[in-house]
Nanobody, 124 residues
């Protein structure tokens, strides 16, 4: 059983930056592809970014390309999401998730373990 704990959320002004972290425990972190999802109130979770087990391949949804960077440190069992040039529409609860295997998928059903989420609020 893998536990995922997000941190780094908060309130930031538009144009600002935040770095989210996701600490994994209870399993072999490097066995899993990982993803960052977000959920806006009243909407389904959407995939924001994803990364393979070794960081060799990444995915970004169009709205964050060029602004967000996903990375991982397998030695520290930690996943990161660097978010720059934040916009009010980035306001959401952000979740990290571990995929069923070393690659990643683009749907919720491709992910086995989930964190509790961290709130990101971007003010205009």
């Amino acid at each position: 059983q893998v536990q995922l704990v997000e941190s780094g959320g908060g309130l930031v002004q538009a144009g600002g930056s935040l770095r989210l972290s996701c600490l994994a425990s209870g399993g072999t972190f490097s066995h899993f592809g990982m993803g960052w999802f977000r959920r806006v109130s009243g909407k389904e979770r959407e995939l924001v970014a994803a990364i393979t087990w070794n960081g060799g391949n990444t995915y970004y949804t169009d709205s964050v390309k060029g602004r967000f960077t996903i990375s991982r440190d397998n030695g520290k069992n930690t996943l990161y999401l660097q978010m720059n040039s934040l916009r009010p529409e980035d306001t959401a609860v952000y979740y990290c998730a571990a995929a069923y295997g070393p690659r990643f998928g683009i749907s919720l059903a491709d992910y086995l373990y989930w964190g509790q989420g961290t709130q990101v609020t971007v003010s205009s």
